[in-house]
């Protein structure tokens, strides 16, 4: 006897769909640039043009310095960012290759020089290490480490394995839709599981029971994975433990695509050595994960092209596994086959209590109150006992347990497999204006 049991309630379609302009993020997501801009001679330069592009979609946002000479872009996507300055009488100043990460803030300060002809200050890459903006501290993933970290199952809540300071219980990152509520279940500096925040793109991931995740996306469609373990600004104060940001992918400029296959089979693994001590043989093993993943500007033939306007990313991955199980039921004795519940006792308050069975045949009214009568000895007589129920009742295995010591309850031992399947889709349009 082989049942197949199919998870139809873990079988879903995820969708994500992110439609926003660039400055509709929430503080808890964005990046930001400041810094002074002064002469040679230390005092500050009001009014001067400050620009700062993205490289990958082209994106430019400008500014000007107040009277004291501060600048500041807030609203700023992760990236790689240019810096340009520019002011009248002095050179003008470029700074390349300003990364950005998930709620990062980074201070790019200038000291510019007067200009007798037109000349450029070009640096490349020249950012203090030490991020003096805020107090929080954290780990961030970026794309390649996010993409490279070995995760089994492709739960990118397993990336939390690979932050200092935090002890994950083996429920995270298991993979299942009906499993993300115990993907929060981590401890950060050693405080309580259960009491993390997650955030996808800025905004809440999680439910009320235990504060469990509700959407855990792709990993191909994670650009950075960022968790705040201590020294939490004031943004992140709805929780007791840490945060977890998930930032997605945004499409750029240039079309990029991956098209990918997992496949898991134990016929592929090597037994562990202490099952080869035992002669256990290797788990049973049967998954396969594939999707692909698109991104680029928008374009609509003859209508509308969005480079450096409008982008989207899309991924899609499919998920089917099966696994063996033993499952515990009950089944009729060969007494209780033939009428006789003699010995068939339940559990109640603690004792066993015998099963009373009733002749229907002998139900009556008695001063108003409807009664009936039990079988003699709990025992249903071979007379009363429909032809069509016995044929039936052959198609019941017997029993291959002795099953509970007082009620005889789970006394079958079967065989099963288990089907699993999750369809997970990603979708993301970002507008700039």
């Known amino acids: 006897m082989k049942p197949i049991r199919h998870l139809n309630a873990v079988h879903s379609a995820v969708l994500l769909v992110y439609l926003f302009s660039a400055g509709a993020f929430g503080q808890t997501f964005n990046a930001r640039i400041t810094g002074t801009i002064t002469d040679a001679s230390g005092a500050s330069i009001p009014s001067a043009t400050v620009t700062v592009h993205e490289i990958q979609t082209d994106v430019t946002k400008k500014t000007a310095t107040a009277q004291n000479g501060v600048y500041d872009v807030p609203l700023l996507l992760p990236g790689t960012y240019e810096i340009t300055v520019e002011a009248p009488g002095l050179e003008k100043a470029i700074r390349r290759d300003i990364k950005l990460e998930v709620n990062q803030t980074v201070t790019a300060d200038f000291r510019m020089s007067p200009a007798s002809v037109a000349t450029v200050m070009d640096v490349t890459g020249d950012v203090p290490m030490l991020q003096t903006e805020s107090s929080g501290v954290g780990s961030t993933l970026e794309t390649r480490l996010v993409q490279d970290f070995p995760l089994p199952e492709r739960d990118v809540m397993g990336l939390v394995r690979a932050i200092p300071g935090i002890v994950a219980n083996p429920t995270v990152g298991q993979a299942r839709a009906s499993r993300n509520v115990f993907d929060s279940e981590f401890s950060v500096a050693g405080g309580r599981s259960s009491m993390n925040e997650v955030l996808l793109?800025?905004?809440?991931?999680?439910?009320?029971?235990?504060?469990?995740?509700?959407?855990?996306?792709?990993?191909?469609?994670?650009?950075?994975?960022r968790v705040e373990t201590s020294s939490y600004s004031a943004e992140f104060g709805r929780s007791g433990g840490g945060t977890v940001n998930?930032?997605?992918?945004?499409?750029?400029?240039?079309?990029?695509?991956?098209?990918?296959?997992?496949?898991?089979?134990?016929?592929?693994?090597?037994?562990?050595?202490?099952?080869?001590?035992?002669?256990?043989?290797?788990?049973?093993?049967?998954?396969?994960?594939?999707?692909?993943?698109?991104?680029?500007?928008?374009?609509?033939?003859?209508?509308?092209?969005?480079?450096?306007?409008?982008?989207?990313?899309?991924?899609?991955?499919?998920?089917?596994?099966?696994?063996?199980?033993?499952?515990?039921?009950?089944?009729?004795?060969?007494?209780?086959?033939?009428?006789?519940?003699?010995?068939?006792?339940?559990?109640?308050?603690?004792?066993?209590?015998?099963?009373?069975?009733?002749?229907?045949?002998?139900?009556?009214?008695?001063?108003?109150?409807?009664?009936?009568?039990?079988?003699?000895?709990?025992?249903?007589?071979?007379?009363?006992?429909?032809?069509?129920?016995?044929?039936?009742?052959?198609?019941?295995?017997?029993?291959?347990?002795?099953?509970?010591?007082?009620?005889?309850?789970?006394?079958?031992?079967?065989?099963?497999?288990?089907?699993?399947?999750?369809?997970?889709?990603?979708?993301?349009?970002?507008?700039?204006?």
């Open 201 to 225: 793109d800025g905004s809440a991931d999680t439910i009320g029971d235990f504060n469990g995740v509700v959407i855990v996306p792709p990993q191909d469609s994670v650009q950075e994975f």
């Open 246 to 433: 998930i930032f997605t992918k945004a499409g750029t400029n240039e079309y990029h695509g991956a098209a990918y296959d997992f496949h898991q089979n134990d016929a592929f693994n090597a037994n562990s050595f202490t099952n080869n001590r035992s002669n256990i043989p290797r788990p049973f093993l049967r998954r396969h994960q594939y999707g692909y993943s698109l991104g680029g500007p928008v374009w609509i033939p003859k209508l509308y092209y969005g480079k450096s306007k409008t982008f989207f990313f899309s991924t899609y991955e499919r998920r089917r596994e099966s696994n063996p199980i033993n499952q515990l039921t009950s089944v009729p004795t060969a007494a209780q086959l033939s009428g006789d519940f003699s010995h068939t006792v339940a559990l109640i308050n603690g004792q066993p209590q015998l099963i009373r069975i009733y002749d229907p045949f002998s139900s009556k009214i008695v001063n108003g109150v409807p009664t009936r009568q039990q079988f003699t000895n709990n025992m249903i007589p071979q007379s009363q006992i429909n032809p069509i129920a016995l044929a039936v009742l052959k198609y019941y295995p017997a029993p291959n347990l002795p099953g509970s010591s007082i009620t005889g309850l789970f006394n079958y031992q079967y065989h099963a497999t288990e089907r699993y399947s999750h369809d997970a889709i990603s979708k993301r349009v970002d507008q700039y204006f």
